[in-house]
């Protein structure tokens, strides 16, 4: 029973896929000689649809402007404007004069007498003749002999000096002004410490999480292999397909988003939170000055001059020389002196010459005079060049800087629209729906040899599908990476169509 079902069930999935599915059952339109054709499966065409789903509506928040305010900068007088005197010092001027220390004077330097070297023979002893000696009797006698003669000589008699003391004026009496401060009052005044502004109290918005489903993918049909034809003369049963068609439900896709509730009472919509408005009233403070009660003054002092005591030496006599002579000097000689005359006998003597070298005067010491000049000290003083004055300056009045704020634009609020959020959803959208079998142009059996099958499977091992080894037979492999190529690319699956080879880019 249940194989007759099963029969039944398929007999009339054949024949509906006859009547729906495959648009005719003749010979294949427009054949021409030297072309072969076949019947091959037309998969579902679909393309990809992305549209934009709202997960969050739009909104609106209220956003509050906050007051500005702007610096005011005000000056109030602590001290009134006053005028003083003012010292100008007297002016002074350096002048420096020569004061002699000591007179000029001469002084003799004495300039000793050159001497020059000569040479000559001295007649030591004449030729003669040879006496014999008969010895003198001498006695012994003193006598003074000059050794140095009488001079005379200068001698420096130094200026005296004597010490006077005196008072030079440093500084000028003069007057300067004193200024006497002027008094002051303290004044009580209340300002404002802080504007009046508005309080903003915010809670954050209430949300509520809805769940709805989207259609991804609509319900569809599709061919599902059964067991091949027995009758089928192929070595590849996949050539003789028995296709069933079968429904696909469709997808859907559950998609979560927030909704906002709407706010309390009181409360106004502002972005992700809810706010409410509160004045909040000024604040003063009591802020105490001073002002001017008496205005400053100023009184006239008298400086007295400054003196200054200096002691300097003043030539009393001038320097001078005095004359001193020189005695001679003498020395106390004892020499022998003849008695009596001593005689001779004559004896020749040859002459005898020895070379004596002495120092003759060529020129006598004499004294040359040199003029000493003066000595002086030089004396800076200091001379009033500009006696001291005063001048009246006037004393600038005094203010304190006070800054403060002031309300330039008072607080407000904004509406600001929220755009609502979306999420991109991809799904795929059929376009041409397949399972149906047509008459394609395929590679003839004749023209299918090893060289084809070699281009096949490179071109399959080229775009990245495995064919297995290339051993130039469409085996297995080869054909499930040929129907895994044709699924991918929307060719038509089952045999080596025309479409195919031009996609794999072979030449048959």
Known sequence: MKKLSFLLTTVFMLGFMTLSAQPSDSDPVGKEPGKCYAKCLIGDEYETVTEQIETKAASK?????????????????????????????????????????????????????????KTEQVLVAEASKKMVA?????????EQILVKEATKRLIAVPATYETKTEQVLVKAASKRMIPVPAQYETVTEQVIAKEASTKIARVPAQYETTTERVEVAPASTKWVKRKA??????????????????????????????????????????????????PVPAEYKTMSKKVVKTPATT???????????????????????????????????????????ATVREEAIPAQYTTVTKKVVKTPATTREEVIPAEYATISTKV??????????????????????????AASTREIQIPAEYTTVTKRKLVKKGGFTEWREVVCNYKVTAELNRQIQRALKDRGYNPGPIDNIIGTQTKAALVKFQKDNGLPIGSLDVETMKALGVNY
């Open 384 to 409: 009033i060049a500009s006696p001291a004055t005063t001048r009246e300056e006037a004393i600038p009045a005094q203010y304190a800087t006070s800054s403060k704020r002031v309300l330039k634009s």
């Open 134 to 142: 008969v010895p003198a009797t001498y006695e012994t006698k003193t």
């Open 61 to 117: 928040r209220v956003e509050v402007i906050p007051a500005q305010y702007e610096k005011v900068t005000e000056q109030m007088e602590k001290t009134a404007a006053a005028s003083r005197l003012i010292a100008v010092p007297a002016k002074y001027e350096t002048k420096t004069e020569r004061v002699m220390v000591k007179e000029e004077s001469k002084r003799l330097i004495y300039v000793p007498a050159e001497y020059e070297t």
């Open 229 to 278: 034809d027995k009758n089928c003369l192929s070595a590849d049963p996949n050539d003789c397909l028995v296709w069933c068609l079968v429904e696909v439900p469709a997808e859907y896709k559950t998609v979560t988003k927030r909704t906002r509730k709407a706010c309390a009472a009181g409360y106004t919509a502002s972005g992700e939170d809810c706010i409410k408005t509160t």
């Open 299 to 341: 009184r006239e002092e008298t400086i007295p001059a400054e003196y200054k005591t200096v002691t300097k030496r003043v030539l009393k006599t001038p320097a001078t020389t005095r004359e001193e002579i020189i005695p001679a000097e003498y020395k106390t000689v004892t020499k022998k002196v003849v008695k009596t005359p």
